[in-house]
């Protein structure tokens, strides 16, 4: 069974790694909202917080070129409205365009890169997302990779077979569709049996040090300093 | 169509941010209600199928394929509340792990698609879905949801100001019309398939809706979304409107922030009435 590569970088066990989930929610919100808002001398202040970002994958070890890659998968959209802007004589909207939503998503991944799923949605609970939500995001992601290597067979298997046409998609389809319910029938009644009672309990659980709060504090302050910079200097 | 951040402005993602988590809240309790919280594994795992989904293509026409997006085939299946919350768990995760759609944005993508589009790809099924039309129904419910989703990202993102000429607005939006009629057709082919396999998972609309409340609600949803277009793509006629009506001074400065606002507002209001009406006839 394949695993997401973020998955895998999430179990490191760097200095970014061991702060509780919130000490590292919370900077990664206050960047993206920093960023989204700025207007001023934004080029300067995006190579600042992409240096920023770097800084942050180095910390954590995890492979920059690999999470820049990954972050890129934000471009081809990006660069569909930022071409339409460009064309319609406004460069400047299509730098800003393109270098906010890929700082974005360098930003989100970092989050997810040092910070296991379960563990963030845990720390999501505690801003009030409902619980029945995020108990259903857990199973999503856990039966994520399941679902998709049963499609793949799927896939290849009609492939083998010349091609799949309208109809053989529609009912090989329905046929996942019914898989999955049966599925889900069987995770019900093992965990029930197993007296799962609606909530998940992770193995380890971070509690909120000292130390998280400075480095919650310094992590916060960092794009902070930066977009007051651009917003201040002459 | 997952926006990602950096596209919309502040005011515009704030207040559509502040607008779904409610909305998110409000489905997973009306989910909750119709399964037990220990039916979560199959929300779940529906979101999971969903995904994989993606991985299915459907040949139409020469060279292209499109794939299924899933809310109305969700919303006939397991109800509109429980589709609402497994596409608001496949969009979370689809901006936390896969880079696709923002995080501040994603306010904006689960209104857009996990609830604007699941209900807007129930509400045929919701009126029609009983008798002959019951095809048709499916079909205009996947369209619908598709077409909903897409007309109000791309409103969101004409009221942030990222530019669109007309020739790229009709442009995307024919591009919308032909990927909502093959949502239609595949959500049609793949319940056909799905009853053929087992008629229960289909459910039943329940009955005794009347016809006039559930198009009132359509052209409602319909109305509101070309209004939106409309009045963002056509900013010069309400402004001509506004000077001839003396109003131009505070209406040119405000554009995204008093029109979010304003919207704002009739969902708070909608809300509040809704709450005087249940008690009353509670």
Sequence with gaps: ?234 | MHIPDGFLTTPVWAALDALALPAAGFAARRAQRGFDESKAPLLGVMGAFVFAAQMINFPVGIGTSGHLVGGALLACTLGPAAASVVMTAILVIQSLLFQDGGVLALGANVLNMAVAGVLAGYLPYHLWGRGRGRRAAIFAGGALSVLAGAVLALAELVLSGVRMPGSALGLSLGFFVVSALIEGAITVAVISALENIQPGFVRQPAPGHSILVGALGLTAVLLAAGGVVFASTAPDGIENLAIQAGLSKPLTGYGGGAGVAGVGLIFVLLVLGGRVLRKRSA
């Design chain 1, 1 to 234: 069974m394949r695993h997401t590569v973020v998955e895998e970088w999430s179990r490191g066990a760097s200095l970014l790694h061991r702060r509780a989930p919130l000490a590292k929610l919370l900077p990664v919100a206050v960047f993206l909202v920093l960023l989204a808002s700025a207007h001023r001398r934004l080029p300067w202040l995006s190579a600042g917080l992409a240096l920023l970002l770097a800084a942050g994958f180095l910390c954590a070890r995890l492979p920059l070129v690999a999470a820049l890659l990954r972050a890129a998968a934000v471009l081809p959209f990006t660069g569909v409205f930022a071409l339409i802007s460009w064309l319609a004589g406004d460069p400047a909207r299509a730098f800003e365009l393109t270098a906010k939503s890929y700082l974005s998503a360098l930003a989100v991944l970092l989050l997810v890169g040092t910070t296991p799923l379960p563990q963030l949605l845990r720390s999501l609970e505690l801003i009030r997302v409902p619980r029945f939500l995020l108990t259903v995001i857990q199973f999503l992601y856990r039966y994520l990779f399941v679902v998709l290597d049963e499609a793949a067979h799927m896939r290849g298997a009609a492939a083998a077979r010349g091609g799949m046409t309208f109809r053989a998609a529609a009912g090989a389809l329905a046929v996942l569709f019914a898989r999955s319910y049966a599925r889900a029938e069987g995770i019900h009644h093992a965990m029930i049996a197993r007296g799962f009672d609606g909530s998940f309990h992770p193995l380890s659980t971070h509690s909120f040090t000292a130390r998280d709060g400075y480095f919650t504090a310094i992590a916060v302050a960092l794009p902070v300093v930066a977009r007051a910079a651009a917003e201040v200097l002459p």
